[in-house]
């Protein structure tokens, strides 16, 4: 084999793939969840929210793009190296015993998944059929009343929680982001950005099903 | 300096060839003293069941002082056994109680195939270090060594990176069986240093590209690695290794080929 | 057979750039049709085999471990000496060579020794190019410490791992030619025997060790860099599979043997702990410079804590013997006085053969005097090292200590050249008797290995091929190379169906050990020695009647090999006696308890300056002695003293 090697052929390219466009992801998220914020402000609140943005196309369907091609880019990479990974090993120990990795980082192959199925589940909810078009407020009120979706919207962000948990601090030493200075803070940060967000898209479903907000 | 007598029931992985089955075998250890080393606990084993006309459990084993990196076990999930820092030759029977059951399992990674019982074939190690890991100067040709002086801190560290002893318990140790640690340690060895730096965009392209070939998994940032090492290398050199790669394939211009095992 | 040295005459520091300027040479176009073979891929061969491929020649390195990078100079820690001068401290290569000849007891060659300590300095050069992380001072140039006694500071050292460093620095050196294909690579692969043709050394018989499977190599030449044969002690600081095969197998085809009864007892190794050990481990001789060494002075308080042992009943027996020196005396005069006073039944530590040996190293005084902050930078790394192989913590209680083997100054006879007595065999390293007389000083070791193999090999070896030009080629069937094989095949054979088969090879070597580590260890008697030259043959006998070796041949067994290892050492442990016996001086690591005044070495200049060398004559009994005489023109022969 004589071709010239690019940093995607490397396992480490790949993870490089992953990290930058888990950044992207992780990014969306949390203007994504800042902007659901709206929901307690009020209906007009969020349906204005909504409408705004929906009133700028550009600003729409260029953060589709990117979200779309970053989610290619995520899940091609994971899924070749989760198959490389898996080959690499070979046959299983008898016994295991970890030391260092946590619960988070041994579950990125099923958070991710996981989260990959949310989304779908997501998108077919709120944006592609929704129930009542043009009434983001009620689509998701209404929707979280439904003990089974609210299930869903739980089972999933906590899947996101643990996800971007190992993903953030995983990212920075992907990149290569590793000086004794910043190091001590790459944990805390993964931690603090991680349980914002999840705690934060939490409190959507419950706040409805305790009828907080209605 | 007190001495205890313990009993062990060793469970140990008997493999005949890398193309065989293998199976766990189950073997009494008596009166074990706890002064002695885990590979001489093995040894009095191995000398009982020759004298018994069996065939003794095949490991690696050179120096016993932890510095070769020939020794190797998984015991009971952990590689190198359950001291930290320690490698298995070093590994003391005081670690371990009455009555303990122990299994030893060789590395398991497809870079590694197991040559028989718990002995593996590490080869791809050195040809991860053929690839590149070196600095190409010829013999007799090096300038006077106190020319180039080198910060006390860079050479530390340096030194800290090369004092991998390349026993491969970080891919042992891997959820993913990844070669990183053991990679990143001597790219980091060598770029730290000056005179590194006429290679180091090639070293990492070549070594990684190594490392890709010959099977092992890529890192997720497990640690396990980190946490097995006999020698304490630091995940920041996987770090730094990934920087290095990053830097090497945008700044350089020549393409560096793709690599076969 | 005459032993020529083949040393250049003149001015010493002009010796070897003029016999290299005289030499012959092999043209960069011819070098390809050239192969070598070395054996083994430590210091020297690692270094040899990387600068030989590079020069162009065609490589086969050899080593029986998985990896080139395991070889046991790997364990050294202590430093490497060149004499570069850089602490000003009025260094210089004509005083490295002197420390040199002296610390050799008068018993090396001037020129080597000279040549030794030229290349030192361009060792340093070499390593540090290769990226050898050496200690630094705070301004960027290279650190240095005094080492083993010397006047200066001349010692390069990285961490307590240089060893290992320079040996990787070799190592990435070799692993650079094997990727150039220059240097094909055999792990795992022992050498068995040596092919001799037309009497000249052609080639190799070896072992593949994960087949099993016996194969021939031949080449214009073989190079052994195999390492020292300590383990002939069974207990010593060596790896568990260092050996003295492949010399031993070239010795018995031709190659004399020289000053066998050379050996290097290190004073600070951890005490055996019980009959089941497998090695002994070394700590850094530094640990002598604040550590203070004691016994009790009654035997009744040999098993006490020694806590509870007050001070006017602790014999400080280096301070009071030698009150110059006190605790840093040489290192055969620490070891000989540590066997005296466990000998006279005041050894502690466990009891292992019905017998204490161990002495105590005791750091109170010293952690009282610099605090435990500074004791734990300067000995932190060997008290961890302490109490992870005893459980002993040092801070609490003194750490014990007792000598071991540790290296050997024997080896086969090289001329200048670092050929050896049959023509195309060369020797380096451990391997070779070349450069330290009758004892090594601290740090030289891993000098000469890397000296032999950066250096002097690569010269060495195109001189040689120069000379013969085109060998005639030597075909696999042919009945020399037939017959090494049929011979190897017929060992591994005899080893593994003894008549009586009852113990495993180790069993054998550890009565063995302790027949040589007794009678031919730190100090040797006429009598002792006469006894295990009757006590070595009937082992032996019993060790080929009865060793027990299960499994086969034809399939990775590692008891084959060390049951094969374990018989040739018992035909050098009788080399070694029969050579001591007939040293009748004391010198270097030679002591004859017979030849002392006041308890210090007695040298004979006068009979006994001279390279003994032994050639096999068929019957390990009985070898026969050439002698190869020394004369110093430059460093003239003093005694030493350190009362
Ligand atoms: C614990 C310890 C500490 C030391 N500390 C120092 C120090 O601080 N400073 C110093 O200067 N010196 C020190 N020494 C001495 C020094 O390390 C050695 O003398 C030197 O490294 C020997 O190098 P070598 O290349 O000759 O042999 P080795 O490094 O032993 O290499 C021998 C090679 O030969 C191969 N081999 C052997 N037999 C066969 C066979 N039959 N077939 C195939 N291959 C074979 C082996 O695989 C290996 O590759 C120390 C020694 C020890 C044991
Ligand atoms: C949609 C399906 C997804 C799948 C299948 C998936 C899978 C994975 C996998 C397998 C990893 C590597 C595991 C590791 O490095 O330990 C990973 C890393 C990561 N993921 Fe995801 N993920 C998905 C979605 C997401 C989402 C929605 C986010 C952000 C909100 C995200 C952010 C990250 C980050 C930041 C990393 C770290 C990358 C690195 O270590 O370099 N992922 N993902
Ligand atoms: C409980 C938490 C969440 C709530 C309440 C929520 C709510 C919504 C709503 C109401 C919409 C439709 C907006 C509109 O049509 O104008 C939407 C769209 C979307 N959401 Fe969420 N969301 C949550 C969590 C997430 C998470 C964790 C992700 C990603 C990992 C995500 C990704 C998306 C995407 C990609 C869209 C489509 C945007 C577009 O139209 O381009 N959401 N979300
Ligand atoms: S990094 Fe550590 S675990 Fe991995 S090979 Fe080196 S010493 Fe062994
Ligand atoms: S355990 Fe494996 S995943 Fe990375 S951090 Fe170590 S190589
Ligand atoms: S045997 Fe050498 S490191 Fe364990």
Redesign the pocket.
């Known amino acids: 084999m004589q071709r010239s090697l690019t940093l995607h052929d490397t396992t480490i390219g790949k993870k490089v793939i992953m990290a930058l466009s888990g950044f992207v992801i992780v990014g969306f998220t949390i203007g994504h969840f800042l902007g659901n914020l709206n929901l307690y402000l009020g209906p007009e609140a969020l349906n204005g929210y909504a409408k705004a943005l929906h009133d700028l196309p550009a600003l729409v369907w260029g953060t589709r793009l990117v979200l779309l091609f970053a989610f290619g880019a995520h899940i091609a990479s994971a899924f070749s190296l989760w198959g490389r990974n898996r080959r690499a090993r070979g046959s299983r120990y008898k016994k295991n015993k970890d030391l260092a990795t946590d619960y988070a980082a041994r579950t990125m192959y099923w958070t991710g998944p996981i989260l990959l199925l949310y989304l779908v589940y997501h998108l077919l909810h709120f944006t592609i059929l929704p129930a009542h078009p043009g009434d983001v407020y009620r689509n998701v009120v209404e929707g979280f009343q439904n003990p089974l979706i609210a299930g869903v919207y739980i089972a999933g962000n906590v899947a996101l929680g643990f996800h971007i948990f190992h993903g953030i601090y995983s990212a920075f030493q992907t990149l290569g982001a590793n000086h004794p200075r910043i190091n001590s803070y790459r944990r805390d940060l993964a931690v603090g950005i991680a349980a914002v967000i999840t705690l934060g898209n939490l409190s959507f479903p419950i706040t409805v099903l305790t009828g907080i907000v209605s | 300096m007190s001495d205890r007598l313990i009993n062990l029931t060793l469970h140990v992985w008997r493999q005949t060839g890398p193309d065989e089955p293998g199976r766990f075998e189950t073997y009494q250890a008596k009166d074990i003293t706890t002064h002695m080393s885990f590979l001489e606990m093995l040894d009095v084993v191995n000398e009982g069941l020759i004298e018994r006309g069996e065939t003794p459990i095949v490991f690696d084993y050179d120096c016993r002082e932890g510095i070769c990196g020939s020794c190797g076990i998984v015991v009971n999930g952990e590689a190198h056994g359950p001291q930290r820092r320690t490698s298995t030759c070093q590994v003391h029977m005081r670690q371990f109680q009455d009555g303990d059951e122990l299994w030893l399992e060789p590395w398991r990674a497809s870079g590694f195939p197991i040559v028989k019982d718990l002995m593996v074939d590490r080869s791809a190690f050195d040809r991860i270090m053929q690839a590149g890991g070196y600095v190409s100067i010829r013999t007799g040709s090096a300038p006077e060594a106190n020319e180039l002086p080198v910060a006390k801190e860079l050479a530390d560290k340096a030194m800290d990176a090369a004092a991998c002893i390349g026993c491969g318990a970080c891919v042992a140790a891997c959820p993913n069986a990844s070669a990183s640690l053991f990679t990143a340690a001597k790219v980091a060895h060598l770029s730290l240093l000056p005179q590194g730096q006429p290679e180091r965009a090639d070293r990492v392209r070549k070594m990684v590209a190594q490392m890709d070939a010959e099977g092992f998994g890529g890192c997720t940032n497990h640690g396990e690695c980190e946490a097995a090492c006999p020698k304490g290398i630091s995940l920041d050199w996987i770090a730094r290794m990934n920087r290095e790669l990053v830097r090497a394939m945008v700044k350089s211009e020549k393409p560096v080929q793709a690599r076969d095992r | 057979m005459e032993l020529r040295s083949n040393e250049p005459t003149g001015p010493i520091d002009k010796r070897w750039s003029n016999h290299k300027e005289a030499g012959k040479l092999v043209a960069p176009a011819n070098r390809r049709k050239h192969s070598v073979i070395v054996?083994?891929?430590?210091?020297?061969?690692g270094a040899a085999s990387a600068s030989l491929g590079e020069m162009g020649y065609n490589v086969k390195c050899?080593?029986?471990?998985d990896s080139?990078r395991r070889?046991?100079?790997i364990?050294?820690?202590?430093?490497?000496n060149a004499a570069k001068n850089y602490q000003n401290d009025g260094d210089s290569v004509y005083r490295l060579f002197y420390d040199t000849v002296k610390g050799g007891d008068f018993r090396s060659r001037e020129s080597n020794v000279y040549r030794l300590a030229e290349l030192s300095v361009e060792i340093i050069d070499q390593a540090v190019s290769q990226g050898v992380p050496f200690a630094r001072e705070y301004g960027g140039l290279l650190a240095n410490r005094s080492f083993g006694g010397a006047q200066v500071s001349r010692t390069f050292y990285a961490r307590g791992q240089?060893?290992q460093q320079l040996l990787l620095g070799a190592y990435q050196a070799l692993s650079r030619q094997i990727e150039a294909g220059t240097v094909e690579m055999f792990p795992r692969?022992?050498?068995l025997d040596l092919i001799v043709h037309d009497r000249r050394a052609r080639g190799i018989v070896t072992r593949d060790l994960t087949t099993g499977e016996v194969s021939t190599h031949i080449a214009d030449m073989v190079v052994l860099?195999?390492?020292?044969y300590s383990n002939v002690f069974y207990l010593s600081?060596?790896a568990k599979g260092?050996?003295a095969?492949?010399v031993w197998r070239a010795h018995r085809r031709g190659a004399a043997f020289a000053n066998p009864c050379y050996t290097q007892i290190h004073p600070t190794c951890i005490p055996q702990a019980g009959p089941y050990q497998s090695k002994l481990t070394?700590m850094s001789e530094s640990l002598r410079n604040d550590g203070r060494v004691w016994v009790p002075r009654n035997k009744e308080d040999v098993t006490k804590p020694p806590e509870a042992i007050p001070e006017a009943d602790r014999f400080y027996y280096l301070e009071e013997r030698y009150p110059a020196f006190g605790n840093l005396v040489p290192r055969d005069v620490a070891s000989r006085n540590a066997l005296y006073v466990t000998n006279d039944g005041l050894g502690v530590g466990p009891e292992v053969d019905g017998e204490r040996r161990g002495v105590y190293l005791d750091f109170k005084d010293a952690i009282e005097r610099l605090g435990e902050q500074t004791s734990r930078e300067r000995y932190g790394n060997l008290f961890e090292m302490f109490q992870r192989i005893t459980g002993d913590n040092p801070y609490e209680t003194p750490m014990r200590i007792y000598p071991a083997t540790?290296?050997t100054m024997g080896g086969l006879w090289v001329d200048y050249n670092l050929q050896t007595t049959i023509p195309g065999l060369f020797a380096g390293?451990?391997?070779n008797f070349s450069d330290h007389g009758a004892n090594r000083l601290?740090?030289?070791?891993?000098?000469q290995?890397l000296a032999d193999g950066y250096f002097v090999l690569p010269f060495t070896v195109g001189n040689y091929l120069g000379d013969v030009r085109n060998l005639p080629p030597l075909a696999d069937d042919h009945p020399d190379v037939q017959a090494a094989v049929s011979a190897v095949e017929a060992r591994i054979d005899k080893l593994m169906n003894a008549p009586y088969p009852k113990h495993p090879p180790e069993h054998y070597h550890r009565k063995l050990g302790r027949i040589i580590w007794t009678k031919c260890g730190m100090s040797r008697s006429k009598e002792g020695l006469e006894e295990a030259l009757r006590e070595i043959p009937e082992l032996r006998d019993e060790f080929w009647r009865e060793v027990k070796v299960t499994g086969s041949g034809a399939e990775l067994n590692q008891t084959l090999e060390r049951a094969g290892r374990v018989a040739d050492f018992f035909e050098l442990g009788e080399l070694m006696c029969i050579d001591a016996l007939d040293r009748k001086e004391s010198c270097g690591g030679h002591f004859r308890e017979e030849y002392q005044e006041n308890g210090e070495a007695l040298r004979d200049d006068e009979n006994y300056s001279y390279v003994a060398a032994w050639d096999w004559t068929g019957n390990a009994s009985e070898p026969q002695l050439h002698k190869e005489p020394l004369t110093f023109e430059y460093v003239k022969p003093t005694k030493r003293s350190y009362k």
Request: proline letters at 2%; charged letters at 5%; one cysteine or more.
């Open positions: 054996v083994g891929s430590g210091l020297a061969g050899f080593c029986y471990q080139p070889a046991h100079s364990a050294a820690q202590g430093g490497i240089t060893g692969t022992e050498m860099c195999t390492g020292g600081t060596n260092c050996n095969t492949a070394l540790h290296y390293g451990e391997a601290g740090a030289s070791a891993l000098m290995g």
